[in-house]
């Protein structure tokens, strides 16, 4: 069965560019989230849907960052423009709504020159 | 506001030496605390979930446990594919999902 998957795996761009990163959750789960990953700050969850609808999204960090949920199966988390300090590994993770465990992808490490 | 506290940042052991890493936590209402490993360049994988204080759960050499203010990640005879940066994150109440995380243990086994 397959687990989370995003992509790319690697991102590199410049400043002010536009980035989307890519997730698709697991099957049949009806949670996803999305976290950043940097050494200072450690593993944040930036916003997270349920059955396709943000609930809360007040971890994302400024209006540059968006992320919709068009249906069950994906994802997407845009940045725009991009910033240097946006580098970070991105993990999308799912689970089921009856049950707590939530499921990582294996994330997109963005570099932003 | 949900806090995790783990400790040590990093652990160096010997291959076959026991020892445990602590996970402190601060939350109004425990709907789970949980534990993940992460290896360099992956996402973190699931490993245990504890809901009330006195549980425990065990998976080979893993043995995580539970008090009102802490859990533990006992490692028995550990062994160099231990190595991982082990996570510890909580769940407050309410009909919210989101994971609190610790800034993690970074565990090295040496042969």
């Known amino acids: 069965d397959a687990g989370v998957i995003q992509s790319p795996r690697h991102e590199v761009t410049e400043m002010g560019q536009e980035v989307t990163l890519r997730c698709k959750p697991i099957?049949?789960?009806?949670?996803l989230f999305w976290y950043r990953q940097t050494m200072m700050r450690g593993l944040e969850l930036l916003i997270y849907f349920n059955n396709n609808v943000p609930i809360d999204d007040s971890g994302m960090p400024e209006d540059r960052f968006s992320a919709k949920m068009p249906n069950a199966s994906f994802s997407t988390l845009k940045i725009q423009p991009s910033e240097p300090r946006d580098s970070a590994v991105y993990f999308c993770?799912?689970?089921?709504?009856?049950?707590?465990?939530?499921?990582f992808g294996p994330g997109t490490r963005l570099l932003v020159l | 506001e949900d806090q995790v506290t783990q400790s040590p940042e990093a652990l160096r052991l010997q291959e076959g030496e026991s020892s445990s890493l602590n996970c402190s936590y601060t939350?109004?209402?425990?709907?789970?605390l949980f534990w993940y490993r992460q290896d360099p360049g992956k996402g973190p994988e699931f490993l245990f979930t504890l809901y009330s204080a006195g549980e425990e759960k065990e998976k080979e050499r893993l043995k995580a446990t539970l008090t009102k203010k802490e859990s533990f990640l006992h490692i028995t005879a550990p062994k160099p594919e231990d190595s991982a940066t082990y996570l510890c994150?909580?769940?407050?109440?309410?009909?919210?999902?989101?994971?609190?995380f610790g800034s993690g243990t970074q565990l090295t086994v040496l042969p």
């Open positions: 099957s049949g789960h009806n949670s």
């Open positions: 939350v109004s209402g425990l709907r789970g």
């Open positions: 994150a909580v769940q407050g109440p309410g009909s919210a999902r989101q994971l609190t």
């Open positions: 993770a799912s689970s089921f709504a009856s049950q707590e465990t939530q499921y």
